[in-house]
């Protein structure tokens, strides 16, 4: 199966096989680097062309390579073969240097199957570490709309920011906004992923490679990815105002980190609008060019984690109602901006993952402007009062004994106190990281990213929120509970306590 995967250097796309996330010259080098070492193993009749071919192609695979960009899990290939070529090409011209008489001397094959058999682990590595570390390739959106996004920066002037001892400083937030837009040409340049520019991406895949541990090389195909959306497309047409659904990543997370949500939800008729929250964020790119860098850290006290929580999480729901006081702003007559007249800020949902599921549900006990609540794997930092009068949706990973045992409690004490009904489905297969993009590009190792492949994760989010958002902000007819279902074992909490 292929795919085609934009390239940010020359704004193009190259194919790629999907099973081994490797392009057509990736591929070709590995055969050809294989070809050299199975050369020597041939018939004598066949060796010469067999190996002649293989250099050919190699040689050209590498040309092509050297000019879009060589990607890290090809440097043991290109190892491997250039331990090989020597050997390959030594009977070749070893009788141009033998003297008349003498008999040409070749290594037994005991001496020459240990080397054969190392060069082709080596280039073996190759396809496995483009397998395990891919350029990530973004599904196709379902939905009838053809997806536009922005990145527009707000700062709160009667909110100071509270990481920093500047009394005149601020709080800003950057958000990005994925819309239903017009049709465009079909060569249209897709947005980057992770970063208005490539050196925004590189900076963003670099401070998330940090915050877990990774050297940055490894995701080095992260931010050649390019998405669905296109950059300031026009808005669609029409008059149809769409509902609203705000985003808070995990912590240390990033406004993009649930793009391939985004843009499904987008090709549906919604406008998505998420957050980087300053200070947080593993790394926020300011409009000036300046970067803001996370200041959060846990401290491995439970307790005083659990206070610290608290308090990022307050200021990220804080974060989400300034951000929709702004995009009711934005939509009121009298501005010039192409969605101004196209949000319907009366139908609003407010969603967030791990601690940015947290601040939605704090943002929603706080604000009676967001109708509706998505949990993606949240835990509930932060007071379970006041009630939430909103239906929520609670995603969530099989609990576990190395689960917090804090966690199912206290998410079942905040939808037990709901008074709209509210639902939690635990998503077999699912871990903590398939409720975002990183399955996408992610090593498939089922403690990390869950065993549902590369898409089932994104496809399993969006379509359990698409049947949510479409029940409790448009009302559709339907029964939700059983469409939730079939998707993982589901619990439905009814406000008059009944099962």
């Known amino acids: 199966m292929w795919h085609r995967v934009p390239r ?44 002649i071919a293989a250099v050919a192609v190699f040689a050209l695979s590498a040309t092509v390579l050297g000019v879009v960009g060589i990607r890290w899990q090809l440097l043991p290939v290109l190892a491997g073969a250039a331990v090989a070529l020597p050997f390959a090409l030594s009977p070749l011209l070893r009788p141009l240097r033998r003297r008349p008489g003498r008999p040409a001397w070749r290594a037994r094959w005991w001496l020459a199957l240990p080397g054969s058999a190392a060069c082709v682990g080596l280039i073996a590595t190759g396809p496995v570490a483009a397998w395990a570390f891919p350029v990530p390739v973004f599904p196709e959106p379902s ?10 920066q707000w700062t709160d002037p009667h909110r100071p920011e509270t990481f920093t001892a500047d009394p005149d400083d601020r709080r800003t937030v950057v958000v990005q906004l994925w819309y239903p837009a017009q049709k465009g040409p079909a060569g249209a340049r ?17 401070a998330l490679a940090r915050g877990v541990g990774l050297p940055g090389f490894l995701v080095d195909g992260v931010p050649q990815a390019r998405t669905h959306a296109v950059f300031n497309a026009p808005v669609s047409g029409g008059d149809e105002r769409f509902p609203v659904v705000l985003f808070s990543p995990g912590s240390g997370g990033v406004r993009t980190q649930n793009t391939a949500w985004a843009e499904e939800l987008a090709s549906h008729g919604y ?101 509706a609540v998505i949990d993606l794997d949240g835990y509930p930092h932060g007071p379970a009062t ?41 998503v077999p297969g699912a871990a903590h990281l398939t409720f975002m993009d990183g399955p996408l590009y992610l090593p498939p190792v089922p403690p990390i990213v869950g065993s549902l492949g590369r898409a089932g994760g994104p496809h399993i989010v969006a379509a359990t929120t698409l049947a949510f958002l479409a029940a409790t902000l448009r009302h559709a007819p339907g029964d939700l509970a059983g469409a939730l279902s079939a998707y993982g074992n589901l619990s439905v909490h009814h406000p008059d306590g009944r099962p």
């Open 190 to 206: 897709r947005a980057q992923y992770l970063g208005r520019t490539e050196q925004e991406a590189r900076t963003v895949s670099d």
């Open 143 to 152: 939905g009838s709309f053809a997806v536009g996004t922005r990145v527009v």
């Open 271 to 371: 406008v998505v609008a998420a957050l980087d929250h300053p200070y947080d964020s593993a790394a926020v790119v300011l409009d000036d060019g300046g970067t803001i860098r996370t200041a959060t850290a846990s401290t491995g006290d439970r307790d005083a984690d659990e206070e610290l929580a608290a308090g990022w999480t307050a200021v990220r729901a804080a974060d989400l109602g300034f951000v929709l006081t702004q995009l009711e702003s934005l939509d009121r007559a009298g501005n010039t901006d192409p969605l101004t007249g196209r949000l319907d800020t009366g139908r609003v949902a407010v969603t967030g993952h791990s601690m940015g599921g947290a601040a939605a549900l704090q943002a929603a006990r706080q604000d009676p402007r967001f109708d």
């Open 8 to 51: 940010p250097e020359d704004g193009g796309v190259t194919e790629i096989i999907a099973g081994l996330s490797m392009s057509p010259p990736e591929f070709l080098s590995v055969l050809g680097a294989v070809a050299l070492v199975v050369a020597r193993w041939l018939p004598p009749a066949a060796r010469p062309r067999v190996t």
């Open 386 to 426: 006041p009630a939430l009068h909103q239906p929520v949706l609670a995603l969530t990973q099989a609990i576990t004994p190395s689960t917090d045992p804090r966690f199912l409690p206290r998410l079942t004490e905040a939808l037990a106190l709901d008074t709209a009904t509210s639902y939690r489905l635990t």
